[in-house]
Structures are given as C-alpha cells and as structure tokens.
T-cell receptor, first 115, second 107 residues
Framework: GAVVSQHPSRVICKSGTSVKIECRSL??????MFWYRQFPKQSLMLMAT?????????EQGVEKDKFLINHASLTLSTLTVTSAHPEDSSFYIC???????????FGSGTRLTVV | GQNIDQPTEMTATEGAIVQINCTYQ??????LFWYQQHAGEAPTFLSY????GLEEKGRFSSFLSRSKGYSYLLLKELQMKDSASYLC????????FGTGTRLQVFP
C-alpha cells in the first residue's frame, strides 16, 4: 500500500532557530501534499496545501513566511518552521494524495518542542 | 466558512455500542472519512462514505446523509483498545477534519 515517510519523528530546537520536516511518498507520486498541526487534545488543523511545482496555498491565519513549504518533486515535500518559538511546539503531520480522487496517506508525524 | 462538528468526549462500557455523530457544512464535498487516532500517532483510516447510506466493516459502520450534512460512526462490541480519538473529515480538493471525539471505554 501507499506509504509516506516523515522525518524526524521528534525534534527539540532552541527558540529562534529553524527546523525542517520532510515527507516522502515512497511508492507513489504525490501530486498534492497537505500539512497539518495538532495541539494537545485538539483535532488536526490544516495549515497548507501544496501541489508539486507550484506555491503552497495557506489556510487563513497561517503565516506563510514562518511556515515555508516546498514541494519540488512528486515524492518530496518539506515544511520549514522558521524562527521557531515555544508556541510553535506541536505535532506536525503531512498527508499525501495522488490525483484529485486518490485517498489520503499520512506520515507518522513530527513532535516539535521549542525550548 | 467550513464547520465540521463532533461531540468533544464520550464514554461507554466494554461490550456496548456507541454512535459518534458528525455534522458538516463545507464548500465542497467529495466524500467523508472517519479516522481513529491514538495520542501522538498518525490517524488510522476506518471508513469512507461518498454516497448516502451505511457502510459496514466488521465492528465499525459509518452512515452518511449528504442532504442533511450528517454522518455517524457506529462502534459495536466495544473493547478497551477502542479508547481513542475519532475524527471525521470531509474531502473536497483538500481534507478538513472535524473537532474530534475522545472516546473512553470502561470495563
């Protein structure tokens, strides 16, 4: 079945630094990648949608200059949290989709802690 | 705007049946998913409805009424391991999650 590999699974960084999270689709071409953030005891909140080769579409309230998304190939998308602050500490998870009618395959998630 | 609402928390007893409701108002609709999620883990796919009616899969069933913007997930013969969060999600050109329901199963 479809597999999305997400790395790292956990990361601790200092306030003010940047962190990059990678998601790779291992056995299919992900035309669309979705990035979510989840705070404790809350649901998944969509941050942005990215299509291969084009700029990401950000949801309302998500700072595009802070959360940089790159989807340069059909198998790789990255999320970079720039100038991280403690309030950015959260669970980040990606989801990949092949075509507009394909199902959604989730990565295993990244627990980011900013100290 | 888009709203996908679920009850925040539910409790049930082992062996019982529980129904988790989901109501939605979205700008597009290509289907509704149900996922199970344990804390700190990725959501796990449970079911998918695109047409009205009931989809049954073992102990789990899901129902959809597109005209009412309503779905439910039915869990039968509850087990302790079913204690988790249950998320409905509406698919259009993107996947938007509901508020999520934390289910606790007691012995």
């Amino acid at each position: 079945g479809a597999v999305v590999s997400q790395h790292p699974s956990r990361v601790i960084c200092k306030s003010g630094t940047s962190v990059k999270i990678e998601c790779r689709s291992l056995d299919f071409q992900a035309t669309t990648m979705f990035w979510y953030r989840q705070f404790p005891k809350q649901s998944l909140m969509l941050m942005a949608t990215s299509n291969e080769g084009s700029k990401a579409t950000y949801e309302q309230g998500v700072e595009k200059d802070k959360f940089l998304i790159n989807h340069a190939s059909l198998t790789l998308s990255t999320l970079t949290v720039t100038s991280a602050h403690p309030e950015d500490s959260s669970f980040y998870i990606c989801s990949a989709r092949m075509g507009r009618a394909g199902g959604y395959t989730f990565g295993s998630g990244t627990r980011l802690t900013v100290v | 705007g888009q709203n996908i609402d679920q009850p925040t928390e539910m409790t049930a007893t082992e062996g019982a049946i529980v129904q988790i409701n989901c109501t939605y108002q979205t700008s597009g609709f290509n289907g509704l998913f149900w996922y199970q999620q344990h804390a700190g883990e990725a959501p796990t796919f449970l079911s998918y409805n695109v047409l009205d009616g009931l989809e049954e899969k073992g102990r789990f069933s899901s129902f959809l009424s597109r005209s009412k913007g309503y779905s439910y997930l039915l869990l039968k013969e509850l087990q302790m391991k079913d204690s988790a969060s249950y998320l409905c999600a509406v698919s259009s050109y993107k996947l938007i999650f509901g508020t999520g329901t934390r289910l606790q199963v007691f012995p």
